[in-house]
T-cell receptor, first 116, second 114 residues
C-alpha cells in the first residue's frame, strides 16, 4: 500500500521567506509526527498530532514554526521568516495510533529545505 | 527524560562477517526500543522493535537485536553482513509520556566492504 508521502522533496528559499511543507500520512493512521534531521543535531521531534486532540507542540524550536492537520489526515508544517539555521531535512511519520506505544512509526522520504 | 546513546559514529565490517551496532538507553519505566535504517536520500525505514518478551528480537533483512536490561543495551546484529547493508542506523526509544514521540540516537554509519 501507499506509504507516507511528502512534498516538495526539495525546497530552496531565500532567508526571510515563508515555506510550507506537506505530509500525507498512511490512510487510517491517527497519529502524525514531524521531525527535523540536521547535520550535527541528529533527529529531533517537532510536533505530534493524535486524532482530534490538541497537538503536542513541545518540540517546535520557535514561534516561527507552526503546523496543522486538516480532517485528521494531511498535515502542513509552516516556517515563517526562514533563517539559515532552518536548513535541514524535515521528516514526517505516521502510526496507527500514538497511544499504543508498541506501534512503530512509518516515515516519509523527507523534504530537504535549504535557506540561502 | 529518556535518552539513547550510539557510541560509534561509524562501524566498518567486511562482507560476510558478523556486524554489531551498539545502542544504550535510559528510560524510566519499561523501555520500548526501535531500530531504523536510512539509506541515502531516503526516509527512515523500520527494522525491528522490542516491547516485551524474548530478549532476542528478529527483524527485516536478517537483522536482529539483543535486549539486555541489566546493561540497558539494545545492540543491533547481523550474522553475515552484505555490502547493501551500508547505511545509517538509528536506535530510538519511545516516550512513555503524552507525546509518544521517538527519541533517537545520533546514528551510526555502517560501511560494509568487499
Amino acid at each position: 500500500g501507499a506509504g507516507v508521502s511528502q512534498s516538495p522533496s526539495n525546497k530552496v528559499t531565500e532567508k526571510g521567506k515563508d515555506v510550507e511543507l506537506r505530509c500525507d500520512p498512511i490512510s487510517g493512521h491517527t497519529a502524525l509526527y514531524w521531525y527535523r534531521q540536521s547535520l550535527g543535531q541528529g533527529l529531533e521531534f517537532l510536533i505530534y498530532f493524535q486524532g482530534n486532540s490538541a497537538p503536542d507542540k513541545s518540540g517546535l524550536p520557535s514561534d516561527r514554526f507552526s503546523a496543522e492537520r486538516t480532517g485528521g489526515s494531511v498535515s502542513t508544517l509552516t516556517i515563517q521568516r526562514t533563517q539559515q539555521e532552518d536548513s535541514a531535512v524535515y521528516l514526517c511519520a505516521s502510526s496507527i495510533s500514538g497511544i499504543r506505544l508498541a506501534d512503530e512509526q512509518y516515515f516519509g522520504p523527507g523534504t530537504r529545505l535549504t535557506v540561502t | 527524560a529518556q535518552s539513547v546513546a550510539q557510541p560509534e559514529d561509524q562501524v566498518n565490517v567486511a562482507e560476510g562477517n558478523p556486524l554489531t551496532v551498539k545502542c544504550t538507553y535510559s528510560v524510566s519505566g519499561n523501555p520500548y526500543l526501535f531500530w531504523y535504517v536510512q539509506y541515502p536520500n531516503r526516509g527512515l525505514q523500520f527494522l525491528l522493535k522490542y516491547i516485551t518478551g524474548d530478549n532476542l528480537v528478529k527483524g527485516s533483512y536478517g537483522f536482529e537485536a539483543e535486549f539486555n536490561k541489566s546493561q540497558t543495551s539494545f545492540h543491533l546484529k547481523k550474522p553475515s553482513a552484505l555490502v547493501s547493508d551500508s547505511a545509517l542506523y538509528f536506535c530510538a526509544v519511545r516516550d512513555t509520556g503524552t507525546a509518544s514521540k521517538l527519541t533517537f540516537g545520533t546514528g551510526t554509519r555502517l560501511q560494509v566492504t568487499l
